[in-house]
């Protein structure tokens, strides 16, 4: 799911990637940001995460976990073709703009004069 084309105008490029199982606990969301200034191009990756159980439960996992007495799962995030696609839009997007960004840096940075001495 992108943000309207309104939102891109200003340098704005968001993503949500659900998961393809459907679960609203699996979601990532992905910021990129040009405003093609000064400013380097950024991204940024989100992930949300979801308490599974009450403060209690949470704090005892935590405390089995501090003592090696148990593992903390990760989620995950399974992507279908056309979020894949997605993503590699906006990806190939920031490696444009970011190699621009850096040629520009590159060209506005004096060059120093080599001096031969006769």
Known sequence: MSI???????GINEIILG????????????SYMNFFDQDEPELYFETLHV?????????????????????????STLLGVSQAEELIALLN????????????????VPRRQKHQHL
């Open 51 to 75: 308490p599974y159980e009450f403060f209690w439960s949470r704090l005892w996992s935590g405390i089995k976990y501090i003592v090696g007495k148990h593992r903390i799962g990760y989620d």
């Open 93 to 108: 997007k920031y490696i444009k703009e970011r190699g621009e960004w850096e040629s520009r840096l590159a060209d506005s």
């Open 4 to 10: 309207p084309e309104s939102s891109r105008d200003h």
């Open 19 to 30: 998961c393809e199982v459907g679960c609203l606990r699996h979601v990532v969301g992905i």
